[in-house]
DNA sequence: ACAAAAGTGTTATCGCTACACCCATGT
DNA sequence: ACATGGGTGTAGCGATAACACTTTTGT
């Protein structure tokens, strides 16, 4: 118990916690580990939801279809690091972003045991535009439905970050994350029904969603549609927030 | 583009992927990072649901609660790690464990730079039992409904940890793992009651569960209870499995 | 006139809530 | 006898699923 060396100082008063992996190496011994992040980006376009994937341009993997993702900086927090990623390649901040997963395998990155921490992004295409700088070519959206072998475990990071999608699409009104700012009813349902991958009655889900209370409906029509045009609507966060203090809650 | 020094040589060939941290610091400044877990131990006691909180016997919050954790080896999977904690607290290793969400501010930690993942396990307290160890009177369950000041950032661990425990007790039948084997339909309906908060209608909540077919009838009826002995159940989870392949889903 | 999607109303059924009531056991 | 929780039946309300139908626009 007082056989330590020096350098194990922090270790040495503490005859309790042995379960402790302090007592075993060396502190210093931990502090090897690299962070990164990677970022599912989510966007909802020609009725499916699609993901953007850069083309690698560095070893391992190289030329195969990746997440956007980085190193953590060691004086940056991890969640921003995700929103640094992200603006970096859509030129957005104010985007919806939400934790997933954090994957610690030993050997998932051949440089060095990096642990990433996976997040998605719901970006409104609309708003996106592909940035004018050099790796603006090798950046492409692909459908989630479509088989696309991506590198490193991001396979897995995406499949983990739709499912968890999908649960919270769910409960919370974080749908509309993906519409323009103002939509039609047709659109909304036609989002749900390609996030989901289920097909809704078109009346009852009307009357479920205008039931439910949080829908502006703006008094204006579509334009320049080859069909009726549609009424034009927009989510409400307020009302939404005050019918939730109320005891509301979203379900579909 | 080629005044690089030698030990960068990873980063020398790529021009394009600018946006990459990898272009502004040496890459091996980015290995200092240190991951430990922290592990939010759930058991079902005299109708209230607890978590195991440890004495701290070491600086930094000497002498506060706070969740078990500890570093992980460099050689080693978070996952891992977490379950060795688990195990070294309370010799379980079978015990229903999920990951929650990883914390990444940068001072969380006084002592370096620890990015730290959270998890809660599920254990039938029947089966625990205090480790006859050192450390073991340090160890004690807490109501999660008290109000204890944990160390670190450990409240925000256990708040999120109990959060997506709801959310996902609600839609998988996850709840047996705080119930022995055995138990009765009151039993099952005060745990849940315990976990959400809720007060269900006892002929309701038997019917509603009852009905969705995955409970074993055992014909067996409670010992030694001073009212009348209720009827004991099991979970059957092949049952179960068997009903999710045809598209049934728990939802409580 | 036709296609295509918007938008509305009706009905029948299923599920759930509320509530009342009886049963078995230990003290 | 009483307290305690186990266990069951039913009536009524409300949500919603299924489907038919009408409306408005562009071509």
Chains 1, 2 share one sequence.
Not at 19 to 31: E, H, R, W
Not at 50 to 78: C, F, I, Q, S, W
Not at 157 to 182: N, S, T
Not at 234 to 240: L, M, P, Q
Request: net charge negative; glycine share 6%.
């Amino acid at each position: 118990m007082k056989s330590q060396e020096s350098e194990q100082t922090m270790v040495e008063e503490q005859p309790k916690h042995q379960y402790s992996a302090y007592y075993q190496i060396p502190i210093d011994k931990f502090f090897q580990f690299a962070m990164s992040v990677d970022n599912v980006i989510l966007g909802y376009h020609e009725n499916s939801l699609k993901l953007l994937a850069v083309e690698r341009g560095t070893e391992p993997y190289l030329g195969m279809m990746a997440l956007p993702g980085d190193l953590v900086y060691p004086n940056e927090e991890v969640d921003v690091a995700a929103r640094r990623v992200l603006k970096d390649l859509t030129g957005l901040t104010d985007v919806y972003t939400s934790q997933t997963k954090t994957y610690g395998k030993v050997d998932r990155h051949p440089v060095g045991r990096v642990v990433t921490v996976g997040f998605y992004s719901l970006v409104n295409v609309d708003r996106y535009r592909p940035l004018a700088s050099s790796w603006a070519d090798n950046v492409s959206w692909i459908d989630v439905n479509g088989h696309v072998d991506l590198a490193f475990d991001h396979n897995v990071i995406v499949a983990d970050a739709l499912a968890m999608l999908r649960e919270k699409v769910r409960h919370q009104p974080i749908g509309f994350e993906l519409l323009p700012k103002k939509f039609t009813l047709g659109e909304m349902q036609s989002l749900y029904e390609a996030v989901l991958g289920e097909r809704y009655d078109k009346a009852n889900f009307r009357k479920r969603i205008i039931s439910m209370g949080f829908l502006k409906d703006l008094k204006e029509l579509q334009q320049d549609v080859p069909h009726r045009p549609g009424r034009l609507f927009s989510f409400d966060e307020e009302k939404y927030q005050h019918l939730k203090s109320k005891g509301f809650s979203f379900g579909l």
